[in-house]
């Protein structure tokens, strides 16, 4: 049973259809930067492999496994070139290698810490731990986007000064897209499927939950 500070009234609470109640006290989330790189790598892959290398979440999709690698090289065989197919797997191993570390780099934050968590859908959570280096080149964006960078950064913008600028940004974490949200509870460490709750309790309001 997890001790401390189960007094909290105001834990999100979830309700499964099976009618257990999971109160949340923590809940595990993932860098973003990470995972959009893990996503993009997926995507390169598929746009070769179709299907094969689907984008079912992070950790679930088995392409990322490398267990479906010779069924995936099967389906396009014939089709595509070596070179091709041989790039598509090299794509699947580096986001493989960036899925092991995430593995291990996960954060459990405390529901109070965690944005948008009265909605019901744990792709909308997020939260911010520490900063991370960002460079931009502010010709390759938006002017508008562009301008509020300089002025939220305070970087002077004319002729001749340089276009790129590496700045320290808030380190967000989100959900990575499964179904399954792992939580502390009042029984302690808890994988359960967003799929299977039947109503969510977050902030005085009760609804029916959402996809991931």
């Given amino acids: 049973m997890l001790e401390g ?4 009234d105001n834990l999100p609470i979830a309700t499964m259809v099976s009618g257990q109640k999971l109160r949340l006290h923590k809940i595990r989330l993932f860098d973003e930067p990470s995972m959009i790189e893990v996503m993009k790598l997926r995507a390169q892959a598929a746009q070769v492999l179709g299907s094969s290398a689907g984008m079912i979440g992070v950790f679930g999709t088995p392409s990322l496994t490398l267990a479906a690698e010779a069924v995936a090289l099967g389906f396009v065989s014939g089709i595509l070139n070596q ?3 041989k790039a598509a797997l090299e794509n699947l191993k580096k986001a493989q290698s960036v899925v092991d570390r995430m593995r291990n780099s996960f954060v459990l934050f405390d529901t109070e810490e965690i944005e948008n968590l009265e909605m019901p859908s744990p792709g ?3 939260a911010v731990k520490g900063t991370r280096s960002q460079t931009v ?23 001749g000064d340089p276009t790129e600028h590496t700045v320290s940004v808030p380190l967000r974490y989100v959900h990575d897209g499964d179904d399954f949200v792992f939580a ?4 302690g460490g808890v994988s359960f499927r967003w799929s299977q709750v039947e ?10 939950p959402t996809s991931v």
């Fill in 5 to 8: 500070n189960m007094a909290r």
């Fill in 83 to 85: 070179v091709a197919k």
């Fill in 124 to 126: 909308t959570w997020c």
């Fill in 137 to 159: 080149n502010i010709n390759e964006i938006p002017k508008d986007e562009a301008d509020e960078f300089c002025r939220v950064h305070n970087i002077k913008r004319g002729w």
């Fill in 184 to 187: 502390i509870t009042d029984e």
């Fill in 199 to 208: 109503s969510y309790h977050c902030h005085q309001a009760a609804v029916a």
